[in-house]
């Protein structure tokens, strides 16, 4: 993390254009003087299924009386629970449901936004899913990223015929869903109660095929070795890892696809599990912290939680956090500040995003995101839970906050 004391920056037309000490700043036409506070980068939540209806309170309330989230799911609770209220709600109602989540990250800091299908599970549900997500983004100052999670779960129309929703996904929705630009990127629930390697397998080659980036759900209930799968796709991003191995990490570090750790989901599930937090930091690669907010295995709309979690639960040290949250989350989405320099092993859909603004980074060129912070020492931001030391936002050079 670098630092710089007694910083100024200078943004223009919603972008970064000069930074440094302010001793030598170049003249503009308006100055704010911050008094000496601290400023990061705008944070990113990198993996959220925040639009969703209702809530499972219930499934939280049988987990605390020793039932399992495997259990749950098994018999016909857990996603499909959440899919059964989705499908129901009209878009009004799910954008209504969906809007005070996404205010309460803002009201942290956050300025970017991945947001996933995955309870619709139609056609027609998916897209509804994905247009509420889009509407979000017109409506808050923020960047909203979409992600097509139809695998994951299979849905009853579907049952016992995993293959057969694999390839209606791959073959008809997903090149449905990118026509009309709602897709960014493509993700899967690779897990013994979700997806297997070779239906994933089937899933990104049509993403690939269609040039839109993967990302994956993998080794978060039991390995099952799909990281090592998603690394061969060039995925953005392999998110949960509780069981992840030191090969894992070095495959993600090889294909540079990053880490996306979910504490607030290990924390709602009471796991015991920890992702091979030594083996990613020696690998050299970063590691991203997302809140996962969904409602199931993490009901959390604090991104500042997800990084005191990330902290106490998995060991990261306070930047590491910072970094996670911001420089890490931002490649995860394929918007990093050096996204651009990846080189010939990039995929397609990685170079479209690299001509999009990219962010996570104070950096000249790079979106003017950022936040002024109510704190005297940047460990500040993990260490406090449940008060919010945001003092202002400034998202593409304004102020929203
Ligand atoms: N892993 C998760 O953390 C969420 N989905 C997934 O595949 C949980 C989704 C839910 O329980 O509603
Ligand atoms: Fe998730």
Redesign the pocket.
Known sequence: MAVVEHGALVTRAGSIDWIGEEASAPAADQTVDLAGAWVTPGLIDCHT?LV?AGN?AGEYAERLQGAS?EDI?RLGG??LS?MRAVRVASEQQLFDESAPRLEALLAEGVTTVEIKS??GLTLAGEAKMLRVARALGREYPVTIKTTL?AA??VPPEFSDRAHDYIATIADEWLPALHSDSLVDAVDV?C?GI?FNIAQAERLFAAAKELGVPVKM?AE?LSRTGGTQLATRFDALSCD?LEYATAEDAVALARARTMPVL?PI?HYCLGGKQIPPIAAFRSCGGGMAVAT?C?????PGTSLLLAMSMATRLFGLTAAEALAGVTRHAARALGLGVETGAVGSSAQAGRAANARRARCGELAVGAAADFVVWNVSAIEELGYWIGFNPCRQVIRAGRVVS
């Not at 969904?294 to 993490?298: E, F, I, L, M, V």
């Open positions: 299924h969703f499972r989230y799911a857990g996603i959440t995955g309870y999670l994951h779960t629930f897990e979700g759900h978060q949960h979910l989901a996962d969904n409602p199931g295995s993490a």
